[in-house]
């Protein structure tokens, strides 16, 4: 079995693998991890995961897509791929595709919190934080609004959501947070660290048996007699089964089989801050679409912003002076021309905003994990568990019918 990409979802489909028995090689075209999986707030929140493309956010959007300074950036280019996709999110984004998208992604993300704690249990340490999850905003009209709009989706998170707090209760819970600020509390999700949890997964696989080649960039592959041949920079691979799991350069991957799987970089960027009352709870500021994570070692990272750009490796310093721009009101204390750590990283946009998961040709050699939007974190460990059912017993316990590629090549 070959693995293809060593970012979260990758380690998680073959940690599932070797779980069941199955001897797995996974190559990384870097450092495991290296893309969206490291830079990330950490967020486990499977009942607030929803489709990018929602109701409203086009016509709620279109008057700030070309401004640096927003949360949602186009960079102006002559790209086809933005075009294409840019269509897709927009047709998306209507009242029934985002209703079936928030149920497909609340199936997925079923046990998600679940699977964190046998990871942990099993010695790999993640830095879980079991504190309620806060959503933050400028008035309590807007939170209200914002309450009431996640409750209309997901009505079965009622008695896990607290009314909207007063400034006191806020304070009191966070007092980071500036004195205008008004919000909420959602109980049963967690935050883990995202680096702590790719360098446990390689360490546990590698001891495991798992042999990771790191540095070994895919060019091609396809099927070989009655399996999979695969072409690196480290040398061919040959295996029974292959499993795209490579974020934004699936693309071009599953196109060198003749499969069509449409994922387009949406880069996040994040950043180190110091606080004087660090937080303790997960914070995201709802109008900012800025996430406020705690990480173990007391400090704090900022991540935010979505930026479609075609060159996924280029940076924008101004992107993270959006991000403090968009965050300075509502966090008091923070040392924000004193930031470290400053990161951008590709996340594997859809236009529908699901994932990808499945088979990609018909004779089920070649299969594709990717494609996670901003919930790659959440989505990891149910994932990983879905593909190796999918692999080994033919079926997943829950439906991948909504994930499913398009048209398999033949």
């Avoid at 099927?223 to 690196?232: E, K, M, R």
Wanted: proline fraction near 6%.
């Amino acid at each position: 079995m070959v693995v293809v990409g060593g970012g979260v979802i990758g380690l998680c489909v073959a940690y599932h693998l070797r779980a069941a028995g199955v001897p797995v090689t996974v190559l990384e075209r870097d450092r495991a991890g290296s893309g969206a999986s490291r830079g990330n707030a950490g967020e486990v929140c499977p009942d607030l995961g929803w489709p990018l493309p929602s109701p409203g956010i086009v016509t709620g959007s279109l008057r700030t897509l070309h401004r640096r300074d927003s949360a949602l950036y186009v960079r102006p280019q002559a790209c086809a791929a933005l075009a294409r996709f840019l269509v897709g999110f927009a047709w998306s984004s209507r009242r029934s595709a985002f209703a079936a998208g928030v149920h497909a992604l609340g199936s997925l993300s079923r046990g998600a919190v679940s699977l964190y704690r046998e990871l942990a249990a099993a010695g790999i340490e993640l830095h879980i934080n079991d504190r309620p999850y806060l959503v933050a905003h400028a008035t309590r009209a807007a939170a209200r609004a914002g309450r009431d709009q996640l409750l209309r989706w997901s009505p079965a998170i009622a008695a896990s959501t607290s009314d909207v707090l007063t400034q006191d209760e806020l304070n009191e819970t966070e007092p980071c947070l500036s004195g205008g600020v008004h919000g909420y509390r959602v109980d049963g999700q967690i935050t883990i660290d995202p680096s702590a949890l790719v360098d446990g997964l390689v360490a546990r696989l590698r001891e495991d048996g798992v042999e990771i080649r790191e540095g070994a960039r895919v060019t091609a592959l396809g099927p070989h007699g009655a399996g999979v041949q695969v072409q690196s920079t480290q040398g061919r691979v040959d295996a029974d089964v292959a499993v795209l799991a490579a974020g934004v350069w699936t693309t071009s991957l599953a196109r060198t089989i003749g499969a069509r799987v449409p994922i387009f970089p949406g880069k996040g960027y994040s950043f180190r801050v110091a606080i004087e009352q660090a937080p303790r709870h997960l914070i995201y500021l709802e109008a900012a679409h800025v996430s406020v994570a705690p990480r173990a070692d007391g400090g704090t990272r900022i991540a935010g912003t979505m930026e479609l750009d075609c060159a996924h490796d280029r940076f924008d310093p101004r992107r993270v002076q959006a991000i403090v721009a968009a965050a300075r009101p509502y966090l008091r204390g923070a040392a924000w021309e004193q930031r470290t750590a400053e990161w951008m990283g590709p996340r594997p946009m859809t236009p529908n905003g699901l994932p990808l998961i499945g088979a990609l040709d018909r004779a089920r050699r070649i299969f594709v994990a990717a494609g996670h939007n901003m919930l790659g974190v959440t989505l990891a460990p149910t994932t990983g568990r879905a593909v190796a059912e999918l692999i080994v017993e033919g079926d997943a316990q829950i439906d991948l019918r909504p994930f499913a590629p398009k048209a398999p090549a033949p």
